[in-house]
């Protein structure tokens, strides 16, 4: 196996990319190599000490790949339990092993024997490199300052302020590639607790919804999480809405999209536009984007204001029975059609014209021709509650 070990590396290669730990680490420049290099020099460190002393224990393998090996996984931002894949390729070098095995003998005594000293050696090696690893992994983070959340998150502070950085520096020092398209959200929980699995969560549905391999997360504060998601293709945002599970506690609030250092400003800003109004929200509404308010965004820039257009707008309607607005409001966007809002709202067609009749009824000037501000009025009352609700 010494003379010829292209078929264990092949073997165990196959082995550890396709364990599912390893998929986020998989597109990330540099692991691949730093894997593969890692893997030939434990099986030849385990292999050369099992020549010269079978059977013997092996001592843990500190070589230069795998110390290589922990810098890459620290520089790109993973934790070690990214090395369990290690277990992946120990099992496929086993089977690899017994194999050959069988080719060497057919005495099921000398098999046994073999078989047994082999998969004892195999087994505490790869145990006692893996520990070694852990803490190498735990010095190095602990050395290598790139990699304390303060100095990432004023990196990304700098870009959110368009601070004079280039985008190659910046992506260095945030270990993201800002180049790519990105979408943002804001992911927070009202509950003043400090368990973060909720967050964890929700940040979570999101790659998935999204196909995200590794999302760059910051921690904003204890109950809030800033998250960017990239991508080389356009994100289909209703595919998102519609596939996106956040579990109970958390909340998320979505951006626009965009690329480079200014999408990935313009993004985030949108989402804290989109988490701002949500706040007004019932806590039961999880998940906003900003496709979705991002006309309410703007129209209440001024929130003082925009709250005298609603009343002059809807007049009594505004505060009135919610029903008839939100009648009114599926009724305008869906063409002006009783038929359509009938199909949305699931109500028959003569509720919705006597909703209708009551709703213009309350409004203080005729529909016709001022569809635009009422539809607008409505809009703003939807997401933020109307002139009563702050």
């Known amino acids: ?19 599912p730990g390893w998929q986020p680490a998989a597109s990330e420049p540099g692991l691949l190599e730093a894997l593969q290099a890692s893997i030939r020099a434990n099986f030849s460190h385990w292999a050369t000490a099992n020549f010269k002393t079978p059977g013997m224990p092996v001592t843990p393998n500190l070589g230069p790949e795998n110390v290589d090996l922990a810098r890459e996984f620290v520089r790109h931002g993973f934790d070690s339990g990214i090395l369990t894949n290690f277990h992946a390729g120990q099992n496929a070098a086993v089977q690899t092993w017994t194999t050959m095995a069988f080719e060497l003998t057919s005495d099921p005594d000398e098999l046994r024997e073999l078989i047994a000293v082999v998969n004892r050696s195999i087994f505490a090696y790869i145990d006692d490199t893996l520990a070694a690893l852990y803490e190498m992994i735990d010095n190095e ?52 607790g400090t368990d973060p699995g909720p967050l964890e969560r929700a940040v979570t549905a999101l790659a998935q919804a999204t196909g995200s391999v590794r999302p760059l997360t910051i921690l904003a504060s204890s109950s809030t999480m800033w998250v960017w998601v990239s991508s080389t293709e356009e994100f289909r945002m209703a595919d998102i809405r519609e596939n996106l599970d956040v579990g109970p506690g958390a909340r998320v609030a979505i951006g626009s999209t965009g690329a480079g250092l200014q999408g990935f400003r313009r993004s985030h800003l949108d989402a804290v536009s ?112 109307g002139p009563s609700g702050d």
Not at 1 to 19: F, H, I, T
Not at 343 to 350: I, P, Q, T, V, Y
């Open 274 to 385: 989109t988490q701002r109004l949500m706040r007004r929200l019932p806590a039961d509404t999880r998940i906003a984007t900003y496709d979705e308010i991002e006309v309410v965004a703007l129209a209440t820039a001024d929130m003082e204001r925009a709250m005298e257009f609603v009343g002059r707008t809807l007049g009594p309607l505004a505060t009135d029975d919610p029903e008839l607005r939100e009648t009114l409001r599926m009724y305008l966007r869906v063409g002006s059609s009783t038929t359509h809002a009938a199909k949305a709202l699931f109500a028959h067609r003569n509720t919705i014209v006597n909703r209708l009749e009551r709703a213009r009824a309350l409004l203080p000037q005729p529909l016709e021709g001022r569809t635009l501000q009422v539809a607008l009025a409505l809009e703003i009352v939807q997401v933020t509650g």
């Open 141 to 192: 983070r602990g050395q290598n300052p790139d990699v304390d959340h303060a100095a990432r998150m004023e990196a990304v502070e700098l870009v959110l302020q368009g601070a004079p950085i280039s985008l190659k520096r910046a992506s260095q020092r945030i270990r993201y590639d800002l180049g790519r398209r990105h979408l943002a959200a804001v992911v927070w929980t009202d509950d003043a």
């Open 1 to 19: 196996m010494l003379d010829n070990p292209k078929e264990v590396y092949r073997a165990v290669d196959d082995a550890v990319m396709a364990s």
